[in-house]
């Protein structure tokens, strides 16, 4: 797996030690999760928006996620790679559905990691519908040029 930093949005030497960091939270504490990120993801990069390109098995990382705690970066590596992976075994990977069972595996990861409890509170907050950031029913570029992390 490359992971690669970008002058533009995360320089390279401050993102490879973040995203290692959290990469070593992850293979200490959910060994299970770190083997779905290492298994399906050819590519960490730094980003503007925070995401998964699933038709090149890459995970795409933005400021706002990468400044946030070392176990939430983590647990967003497992739910970018859960995409991932429903896209890799012809599962719907986009939608209501697809997020619901994302968020599960990331609040799974929360436990298992030691995150703060206002990280584990947020996310049994979520409905998965953080895709629709416009609220119109649909994934789509408007949703994600609609991104702020």
């Not at 980003?47 to 070392?70: C, E, H, L």
């Not at 599962?91 to 069972?101: D, F, N, V, Y």
């Not at 907050?125 to 629709?132: C, I, K, N, Y």
Request: glycine share 6%.
């Amino acid at each position: 797996m490359t992971v690669e930093g970008n002058a533009a949005f995360i320089p390279d030497d401050e993102f490879k030690k973040g995203i290692q960091n959290a990469l070593d939270l992850l293979k200490e504490n959910a060994g299970a999760n770190y083997a779905i990120v290492t298994a399906n993801v050819n590519k960490i990069v730094a980003f503007d928006k925070s995401g998964s390109d699933v038709y090149k098995s890459m995970i795409q990382i933005a400021r706002p996620t990468f400044n946030s705690s070392n176990t939430w970066l983590a647990s967003v590596l497992v739910h970018e790679s859960c995409h991932i992976v429903q896209h890799n075994t012809k599962k719907k990977w986009t939608g209501l559905e697809a997020e619901k069972e994302c968020n599960k595996i990331q609040l799974e990861t929360l436990r298992l990691i030691g995150a703060p409890q206002n990280e584990i509170t947020y996310m049994l907050s979520q409905t998965g519908e953080h895709f629709d950031e416009n609220g119109d029913g649909k994934f789509n570029k408007k949703d994600y040029e609609l991104r702020d992390y």
